[in-house]
């Protein structure tokens, strides 16, 4: 199944209407789709305008729910010499927000239009409420050119926060796998260092999520060092973390003395439960057979995350409870 179908047949109506420069123009549609299900969106739908006008490109505001943070100056200067070839084929998605045009899509064409020395650039105007426009602007770059995984985590966290719902049911009106947005969203634990060079492409969110078990900051920083000076693989890494948390289980020394060593089984249980929850995790053995599991978290979230994991509970559990 394509991601286009994924997403549902209204986004891509939808997103058709300001989609590429050098392709045909495609006859505008009601939206139908699973993104716009309360009765407001659905009003909002019928008020779109198949007219195309054309709008002052300096008078047209930013999208403040765009995710996309940095765009390729050389992409843009690419589009640009397309636009004074080629001309554009495809209109901008707009709307009116206290009487001043607002961007939904279409903001690297936008761009290059003013770039090629445009004065006013075809639009189209929709009414769509603040949910609509932030849903569209994820989809919009998921769909055509994947924003970087940080760019993605902080889109997606910054929807949840603002409308007040769970990972679960972003996922489902954004089409996308529950697990997929959940792995994006912990990158958004580690030390800003990391995030910075995951940013830069200076390593892979692979990388990333194999240095989330190790919990200690420094030691993200420092393996993240390391992934980028030898050129570490995906593997390479998770071995090496691994190591380092078996070596960090080792036993430990008290007054001079080794204390008891646990059971080999206590030790791979131990480490298996720190490379499944992505956290620290000890297993503390008493006598008689008793003992403790104790599980690290750094924040609500993540208190949230292995909650979800240990119990299974769905959003809609949630809700009941």
């Known amino acids: ?51 195309i006008v054309h709008l002052n ?39 009116i927000v206290n009487n001043r045009y607002q961007l939904i899509s279409g903001e690297r064409r936008l761009r290059a239009a003013v770039q090629a020395g445009w004065k006013t650039i075809p639009a189209r105007i929709r009414v769509a409420n603040d949910r609509l426009v932030s849903e569209l602007a994820i989809v919009e770059n998921l769909q055509r050119k994947d924003l970087n995984p940080i760019e993605k985590a902080l889109s997606f966290r910054r929807y949840i926060d603002e409308h007040a719902c769970t990972q679960e049911e972003l996922a489902g009106r ?6 997929t947005l959940a792995n994006l969203i912990r990158l958004l634990e580690l030390p800003r260092e990391v995030q910075k060079a995951l940013s830069e492409s200076k390593l892979s969110a692979g990388h990333a999520r194999a240095l989330l078990p190790l919990g200690e900051e420094h030691q993200q920083i420092q393996f993240c060092d390391r992934i980028q ?25 008290h007054n001079g003395r080794v204390r008891r060593p646990r059971s080999h089984q206590m030790d791979t249980m131990e ?12 297993i503390k053995a008493g006598k008689r057979g008793k003992g403790s599991i104790v599980i690290d978290f750094a924040n609500g979230q993540e208190f949230e995350r292995l909650n979800d994991l240990l119990t299974g509970r769905t959003a809609q559990g949630k809700r009941a409870a």
Do not use: C, W, Y
Request: hydrophobic share 35%.
């Open 1 to 51: 199944m394509t991601r286009k179908k994924r997403l549902g047949r209204g986004l891509e109506a939808l997103l058709s209407a300001g989609n590429s420069i050098t392709s045909s123009p495609e006859p505008m549609v009601t939206i139908q789709t699973e993104v716009a299900t309360d009765p407001e969106m659905k009003q909002a739908e019928a008020a779109e305008t198949s007219d």
């Open 57 to 95: 490109v300096f008078e047209i505001e930013d999208n403040p729910f765009q995710p996309r943070r940095e765009f390729s100056e050389s992409e843009i200067a690419s589009l640009s010499e397309s636009l004074k070839e080629h001309d554009i084929l495809q209109p901008i998605l707009v709307r």
């Open 174 to 179: 954004l089409k996308i796998d529950r697990s």
């Open 229 to 253: 000076t030898e050129r570490l693989s995906v593997r390479d890494t998770e071995r090496m973390v691994a190591e380092r948390i078996e070596s960090e289980d080792a036993p430990e020394h």
């Open 271 to 282: 480490q298996a439960l720190k490379l499944a929850l992505g956290t620290k995790v000890k």
